[in-house]
């Protein structure tokens, strides 16, 4: 039987963001097409009977709306993987982040929150920030970035499929999240160490914060998915934060 992918009705938001994903992937490859080595090795193996999709979307002109109709498989990125891990001699095809499309797991937290498990939403928002972390990697091979992705794709749409069977959840009353005390000591005083500076500014990107207090982004972005910092989401940018909060 051969593979499909379906666009859920359930999880509109995952499935635009698994889109999001496929296009990532295929753009990643269409950055390096020109090139003489691809044209060469890379392209006449795309165009084998099972792989002749993966040339089109590769080299045609409307590859992104093919993709919107019928999204790439499993088995398609597979195949793009094996023609990329072994690249021509001399070639050094490296993966080129793109950290907006990283950021745009935020989207989903609200969906996963309502349709999916406590523990399936915490996992949901830890390991998204590393895998944008692990494509921001200076000089990740091409073919290393494409199977990150393309795992993540996998991992997404199996998450899709968790959570199209579990029954729909009215949005949880708020609560106080329990916090470890010495966590929030430290986060109090890197706060006010912050408020002593000469120029302290009412709102602080998630970027900037985590510089000033010496933590990663996801960091940052994970507390304030989880309320320990009090944030808003301005214009599709990620959770700016203010301070003293």
Same mark, same amino acid.
């Given at each position: ?94 993966? #080129?982040?793109?950290?907006? +499309?990283? &950021? ?6 609200? *969906?996963?929150? %309502? /349709?999916?498990? $406590? ?30 992705? #393309?795992?993540?794709?996998? +991992?997404? &749409? ?6 199209? *069977?579990?029954? %729909? /959840?009215?949005? $949880? ?73």
């Amino acid at each position: 039987m051969a593979e499909t992918t379906m666009r859920s009705v359930l999880c509109p938001d995952l499935t635009e963001y698994e889109l999001r994903l496929c296009e990532y992937a295929i753009g990643g490859v269409r950055g390096y097409r020109g090139e003489p080595e691809f044209i060469q090795e890379i392209a006449p193996g795309l165009r084998r009977t099972r792989r002749t999709r993966l040339h089109e979307l590769i080299y045609g002109a409307d590859a992104l709306d093919a993709l919107r109709a019928c999204p790439i498989t499993e088995r398609e990125l597979a195949d793009l993987y094996q023609a990329l891990d072994s690249p021509p001699t001399g070639t050094n095809w490296r993966w #080129r982040p793109y950290e907006a +499309i990283h &950021r745009n797991y935020l989207d989903t937290v609200p *969906e996963v929150r %309502r /349709r999916g498990t $406590p523990g399936v939403l915490e996992h949901w928002t830890v390991e998204c920030p590393r895998f944008g972390d692990r494509l921001s990697q200076d000089g990740l091979p091409l073919a290393e970035g494409l199977d990150t992705v #393309r795992d993540r794709i996998r +991992i997404l &749409r199996q998450l899709v499929r968790s959570c199209e *069977e579990q029954p %729909r /959840r009215s949005p $949880p009353e708020p609560t106080e999240t329990p916090l470890d005390p010495q966590k929030m000591n430290r986060i109090e005083a890197m706060v006010q160490s912050l408020r002593e500076q000469s120029s302290v500014k009412d709102w602080y990107s998630v970027a900037k914060l985590a510089v000033l207090l010496g933590k990663a982004e996801f960091t940052v972005r994970e507390w304030c998915l989880l309320g320990r910092i009090r944030a808003e989401k301005w214009a599709g940018v990620a959770a700016p934060t203010p301070l003293g909060s």
